[in-house]
């Protein structure tokens, strides 16, 4: 895909740097931009600036012991990601898990998603020039994450699932609890709508900017509300159903344009998503134990046996995959993380350029990137 | 040059926007003035301490080092001594250092004393490195196990 | 007035008056920048649902004086190979056209500081010359991104002065003169009500003049290109701050005269009366700050020349046409 862009002579382009540090709120992106006045010739991420050796450390750490790491990857949805670990690692071994702990896990799960998604609705407002919404984001996230610390302890970095189940029970006053956040939450959605999605100078600056084809998602492999705005509706949590997932009616909102403002309508039509799976967990939470009760806990170290498994979830940002190599010891031979931002980045090389400079951030923001997860 | 109706309405839109800011004008802040207020931090995992058990007056820890064999990021350093006449080991040095816990509660969920959990603090902030090393036994000036006053 | 004879022992009448003057002016625009820094930090506080300043001072009162010292203690880093001259001489002038304009505005019935039956004309003009200073902060700085949002600037500010004049215009229309002392006497209904589209424009066009959002891409496109003041460091950056919000106050005191009645109201002197409708005017535009988005360069432009401009002519049409029927 080449836009035409008017030939001058000589082809004056120059490199503008993007570089690791910079205010948009992205982490450490680097984007080497070539422009030919105000438009953007080529665009290129160079990565590599947040890498931690994760897949290293799971090779030297036992399956209990790479719990902390897996909420620090993609931080912002850190409570999917320490169970997406504990449920590969569960599936490997064939450990079954109440039925309270996979609801609980949902519920959990769904509100770590929505607060993802209300900071990059704050993130994203910022980057824009309007630095309210990300106060108002912040207010109801901190109802969020209050709640999860009292359930589990943490605010940001979740490590609460162990396998069989979870580390603490939900006390019998989370239900209550819980139906306070999603009340509090429903009544801003008016609110947020009024103040960004109608208002005249965010539709302007969001629609018909960043497109992003069908095509070019499925040749990248782009998922996520970033795939799911641009009309494909591909949801793990529905085309590889895990967890409680299969109990509860949700839709997988699509929209079909592929601009930045598709992808931030399927961001705030999936929070409401998410709300309406939390209230039916919430009624359908079955009592029993929180883990399963022959779980070995952590006493003992968990051996899997020999083989690879592939096990995917649905993150706020996309399909996250977690490939394990066993063989059959107490540690992985190899771990592998496929995380959704990574594809995600690439597919702006072809996204920015034809775009002018001043979109380049609203498209950057749109794409709802993580850089520690794709540097790991 | 855009229709009447698509300026009215874009103008209602910066009203309607307008009219949500304003309303949050008029309302009560919602922040913490943190050092005058402190925040509820009643259900918060704070950095690793030792139980005090009601019936004992002390800890429980008896120095096997589960906690620090799975601790994944080597926290723990633990030394302990068997006292006089005691059954049990009895940890006479216990240092974990705050700056590499991940408050993962691996080394809580594995203790067989139980004699591990989350604190409340969290203002753990220090000027050197060396003052993030907990002495977990601080609390614990004298260890009633070695004083002979319990066996 | 004391003083005035005190100091008219020494200098005479006029120039114990100019003295006078110039000190009273000069300190309560400083005091007016402060406060306003302060008030806009309250008011974005309180629509984020925060405090804002709290702790320097009661209320954060001296946080902005506090914030002005640490200014002042910053080394002033001038560019090798800037036009000294030009780039000194930048901030100063951003200043001189607003004090111009201030001048003319009544601050209590027939009062001005200058005397000009045709006033609104010579702000006209004098609105101008602060594009230069612009530009010149902009080139002197030898750097491609300063000239390139030095561009910028006196684009938006040229294009948005238009709209304004033309509102300005449509008042004059209904007030039949240009002195602005004659335009504040004359409103027996505020002429916000007879021309609110007027005012609506005016409103948006003295935003965009001033560089606020949702104009303020010369200031806040910094992550990628930078403004025209990206070289200046220290206080002088301050200039171009305390030439803003002086600004503001002019031209929201300027709006306050054309349609909300100047000086007049009931109670209290006409100046405490005019600087609260400025500040009325000024609270207006913090307020779509921190609500609105930024516009794109492009759109900005656009906005201003294919839909302000011909609201704006129409209006002036129509108000021509509607009082030549009526009179």
């Known amino acids: 895909m080449t836009t035409d862009l008017p030939t001058t002579e000589p082809l004056d382009t120059y490199t503008l740097n993007m570089g690791p540090q910079h205010p948009s709120t992205h982490g450490v992106l680097r984007m080497l931009l070539t422009l030919r006045g105000e438009q953007i010739v080529t665009a290129d991420a160079v990565i590599g600036y947040s890498h931690r050796a994760h897949e290293k450390m799971a090779e030297n750490r036992t399956y209990a012991q790479f719990l902390p790491n897996t909420s620090r990857q993609d931080y912002l949805s850190g409570m999917i990601y320490n169970f997406a670990w504990v449920e590969a690692v569960e599936k490997m071994a064939g450990i079954a898990v109440p039925d309270r702990a996979l609801v609980a896990r949902v519920i959990l799960s769904e509100f770590n998603r929505i607060s993802s998604h209300l900071l990059w609705i704050g993130a994203f407002l910022l980057d824009l020039g309007a630095p309210t919404p990300f106060l108002y984001c912040w207010d109801d996230r901190e109802a969020i994450l209050f709640l999860l610390e009292s359930v589990t302890g943490s605010r940001l970095t979740y490590c609460t699932g162990r396998f069989g189940g979870l580390s603490k029970d939900l006390d019998e006053d989370f239900p209550r609890r819980a139906r306070e956040v999603v009340a509090k939450l429903k009544a801003r959605w008016d609110e947020y709508d009024r103040l960004i999605e109608d208002n005249v100078i965010f539709r302007n600056r969001a629609r018909g900017v960043g497109l992003l084809s069908r095509d070019q998602c499925l040749s990248f492999g782009v998922t996520g509300p970033t795939l799911r705005g641009s009309g494909v509706a591909y949801d793990v949590r529905k085309a590889e159903p895990y967890g409680a997932y299969p109990r509860f009616e949700f839709d997988i909102p699509t929209r079909p344009e592929g601009d930045v403002f598709a992808r931030y309508w399927v961001r705030v039509q999936e929070m409401r998503q998410s709300v309406r799976i939390i209230e039916q967990a919430l009624e359908q939470l079955p009592a029993g134990p929180i883990i399963a009760p022959d779980s070995i806990g952590v006493k003992k170290r968990l051996k899997l046996p020999v083989g690879t498994q592939y096990y995917a979830v649905e993150s706020a940002r996309g399909h996250y995959g977690i490939l394990i190599v066993s063989e059959g010891g107490t540690e992985p031979y190899r771990a592998k993380f496929r995380t959704p931002s990574y594809p995600n980045l690439a597919v702006l090389s072809e996204v920015l350029p034809g775009n002018m400079v001043a979109d380049a951030v609203a498209v950057l923001g749109s794409v709802d990137v993580v850089m520690p997860e794709i540097d790991r | ?151 | 007035m004391w003083l005035q004879h005190a100091l008219a022992r020494f200098l005479g009448t006029f120039g114990a008056q100019l003295l006078l003057g110039v000190v009273g002016v000069m300190g309560y625009l400083t005091f007016n920048v402060l406060f306003l820094i302060w008030l806009e930090r309250k008011v974005a506080g309180h629509i984020q649902r925060r405090p804002g300043p709290m702790e320097v001072g009661p209320h954060g009162a001296w946080q902005t004086v506090a914030d002005m010292l640490k200014l002042l203690s910053k080394q002033l880093l001038t560019p090798v190979a800037a036009d000294r001259f030009t780039y000194l001489f930048a901030p100063i002038l951003v200043f001189l056209p607003t004090l111009c304009v201030a001048s003319l505005i009544p601050i209590a019935d027939v009062q001005t500081f200058a005397d000009m039956p045709n006033g609104l004309i010579v702000i006209v003009a004098l609105s101008g010359v602060t594009v230069i200073s612009i530009f010149m902060a902009g080139w002197s700085s030898n750097n491609k991104y300063a000239v390139l949002g030095g561009m910028r600037s006196v684009a938006q500010v040229i294009a948005y002065e238009i709209p304004v004049l033309l509102a300005a215009l449509s008042v004059v229309l209904v007030a039949q003169s240009l002195d602005l002392r004659v335009i504040a006497a004359g409103q027996k209904v505020p002429y916000a009500l007879l021309q609110p589209v007027a005012a609506v424009i005016y409103l948006i066009g003295i935003t965009a003049e001033t560089n606020r959002a949702p104009f303020d891409i010369p200031e806040a496109e910094s992550e990628l290109v930078g403004g025209f003041h990206t070289e200046y460091s220290g206080m002088r950056f301050a200039m171009f701050f305390f030439a803003e919000y002086t600004n503001m106050l002019v031209l929201g005191a300027l709006g306050a005269t054309l349609f909300l009645g100047g000086w007049k109201g009931p109670l209290l002197p006409g100046t405490v009366w005019l600087l609260l409708k400025a500040y009325a005017v000024i609270f207006l535009m913090m307020w779509a700050r921190w609500t609105f988005p930024r516009l794109r360069f492009d759109q900005l432009m656009s906005f201003a020349w294919k839909l302000l401009i011909p609201i704006a002519l129409l209006n002036v049409a129509v108000t021509a046409l509607v009082l030549g029927v009526v009179r």
Request: net charge neutral.
């Open chain 2, 1 to 151: 040059m855009m229709l009447p109706g698509r300026i009215a309405r874009g103008f209602r839109s910066l009203l309607a926007g307008l009219g949500v800011t304003g309303r949050h004008l008029v309302r009560p802040i919602v922040t913490l003035q943190y050092p005058h207020e402190r925040p509820d931090a009643s259900h918060w995992g704070g950095p690793i301490e030792l139980v005090t058990f009601p019936e004992t007056g002390t800890h429980d820890c008896i120095a096997c080092n589960a906690c620090a064999r799975i601790c994944p990021s080597d926290c723990f350093e633990i030394e302990g001594a068997r006292p006089e006449g005691a059954r049990k080991m009895r940890a006479t040095k216990f240092l974990l250092d705050f700056s590499t816990c991940s408050l993962c509660g691996l080394c809580i969920d594995v203790c067989p004393t139980d004699t591990l959990q989350y604190s409340k603090r969290y203002d753990e902030a220090a000027y050197q490195r060396v003052q993030t090393v907990n002495d977990l036994l601080a609390p614990f000036p004298e260890d009633p196990y070695f004083t002979g006053k319990l066996t």
